[in-house]
């Protein structure tokens, strides 16, 4: 197998390698995840020949990754440990590499090191592998070369192939005997986005969660790909995708089925682009909760939204939406999409941007003045069923146009599926309770996963469109917040510009050109 190389292992070590351990035993297993574009990330690389962050571009390209993605196949004891990944359980937003969250993942006998896309939108986590058509690395805009390691089952002691006759291969038809390899194939269905290949075990090596002692080395399913089409080799998860889905061949349920953790995972999505993944993490008390909507065919992290808040106003909606990791924004159909970007453009108070050459991907856009250094927007709120409160901490995005700064509502009129993206997770350790079929949620800093609170899980029943104030209240003292209803206490989405742009690290930065 070929190993990185010292200028990659330093890149993926600064990046992702922020803490390590290992433990044995029941547990939760958890590793650091980075968006693509995160400012940890973009320090490392230059960028100059890529779309720049908060151009129309950078987000257009985003929103067509998006829809190549989403087209996919949506397709236990209570003492147990929360683990995660051996290198340890930050992991990264990572925007040049097609916004998505990232983490590194060791697979093998001996370990290699694989940076994978973190995806609760699909089910099977898969490798680039003895591939005939795959990502082998990526050029910086200076000609420095990063190799991707790409996995071979001829380079692990611990590998094996995956008969046909396995509980785990959904494509025995296609076996000319139960001793055959069991193939895969996973259909990204906009644009012939794929994979495909075999099915192979190997260990995946974690550690436990909290003190990082002794490791613990997890036997699992995954897919071999030797083939990968579409988005795949342009940007979107070029070195592996880790489906963290419901299905039985998922990570979470194997790690659940072999009593190494509780069937339950949280994700934290930090502002900055930092966050955190974590096996086993059934979350805390005070979290906001709503069931799963679930299908027998095929599970998905599917609730039902009941209401939609917007600058106060309050409005009763049923409608029900994915939580998905995997998208960088949030996609919603009509009734849900015109009702809240109406309501929102209702209260916005700048003047709605109106050009139709600038090529931005979202519909409700608003002009921002060459000398303005700070504006107010309408919050947006949605109770979910139960009754629990979801407070969206950032729903906007600055954007740069050549006639000036604009800011949008990110959200994006989908043809079909509701999704709520990466944006409106933002703020958020999200947890993912499978064996009590609910979604969890609780605001955080994912920096102290445990102490930190850092916005208010119950909003304002009724707020104001906006109201002015220091941005610095918004960003660590939301515990103190009244959140009884409408008072000059309440924590408003007024941001300074340059506050807003540092936050917003959703807005893209490319780094790499794909080789």
């Not at 571009?57 to 995660?84: C, W």
């Not at 931005?360 to 060459?370: I, K, M, N, R, V």
């Not at 509502?409 to 009590?436: A, C, H, P, W």
Request: glycine share 8%; charged share 15%; with cysteine.
């Amino acid at each position: 197998m070929r190993e990185l190389s010292s200028y990659s292992c330093v890149l993926l070590l600064v990046l992702l390698a922020l803490s390590a351990g290992s433990c044995y035993g029941f547990g939760t297993f958890g590793f650091d995840i980075h968006h693509r574009y995160s400012d940890p990330v973009k320090q490392i690389l230059a960028v100059d020949e890529l779309p720049a962050k908060g151009s129309p571009e950078f987000y257009s390209a985003m929103v067509h990754r998006d829809k190549i993605i989403k087209g996919r196949r949506l397709a236990t004891a209570n003492d147990q440990t929360p683990v995660t990944f051996l290198d340890g359980n930050e992991t990264y937003r990572l925007d040049d590499l097609g916004f998505l969250h990232y983490a590194n993942v060791s697979i093998g006998t001996p370990a290699v090191s694989f940076l994978v896309a973190l995806d609760t939108g699909s089910d099977l986590f898969w490798l680039p592998c003895d591939c005939s058509k795959c990502v082998r690395g990526l050029k910086t805009s200076d000609n420095q070369m990063i190799e991707f390691n790409i996995y071979s089952l001829n380079s692990s002691n611990t590998s094996s192939k995956v008969p046909c006759s396995s509980a785990l291969c959904e494509q025995q038809k296609q076996c000319s005997s139960p001793q055959s390899n069991c193939p895969y194939e996973v259909l990204y269905l906009s644009n012939g986005t794929s994979s495909t290949g075999v099915l192979v075990e190997d260990v995946l090596h974690l550690t436990t969660d909290e003190d990082k002692t002794k490791a613990v080395e997890a036997k699992i399913t995954f897919g071999c790909g030797q083939t990968q089409t579409g988005s795949f080799l342009n940007g979107a998860a070029p070195n592996g995708l880790f489906g963290l889905g419901m299905d039985n061949v998922s990570v979470p349920s194997i790690l659940a089925n072999e009593n190494l953790a509780s069937n339950s995972f949280s994700m934290c999505f930090g502002v900055d682009g930092v966050g955190r993944i974590t096996f086993g993490d059934r979350g805390s008390s005070g979290q906001g909760e709503t069931p799963f909507n679930l299908r027998q065919s095929h599970p998905t992290y599917n609730v039902s939204i009941t209401q939609v808040n917007v600058g106060g106003n309050t409005a009763d909606l049923d409608f029900n939406a994915i939580f998905d990791s995997g998208t960088s924004f949030t996609y919603l159909n009509d009734p849900a999409y015109t009702l809240i970007s109406e309501n929102f453009n209702n209260f916005a108070t700048e003047k709605r941007h109106t050009s139709n050459s600038s090529g931005l991907p979202f519909e409700y856009c608003y002009d921002l003045s060459a000398n303005q250094t700070s504006f107010e927007y309408p919050i947006v709120n949605l109770t979910m069923k139960g009754g629990d409160y979801f407070f969206v901490n950032d729903p906007i995005i600055v954007i740069s146009l050549q006639g000036g700064d604009v800011y949008c509502l990110g959200i994006v009129k989908s043809d079909n599926v509701n999704i709520i993206g990466q944006n409106f997770m933002t703020g958020y350790r999200i947890v993912f309770d499978r064996e009590r079929m609910v979604l969890g949620w609780k605001a955080s800093d994912c920096y102290d996963i445990e102490a930190s609170n850092t916005l208010p899980v119950n909003p304002p029943t009724a707020v104001p469109p906006a109201i002015a104030v220091n941005p610095e209240a918004t960003s660590g003292n939301a515990n103190n917040t009244n959140i009884s209803g409408a008072s000059p206490s309440i924590t408003s989405p007024s941001r300074h510009l340059k506050t807003l742009f540092y936050a917003l690290t959703f807005a893209l930065i490319p780094f790499f050109a794909l080789i």
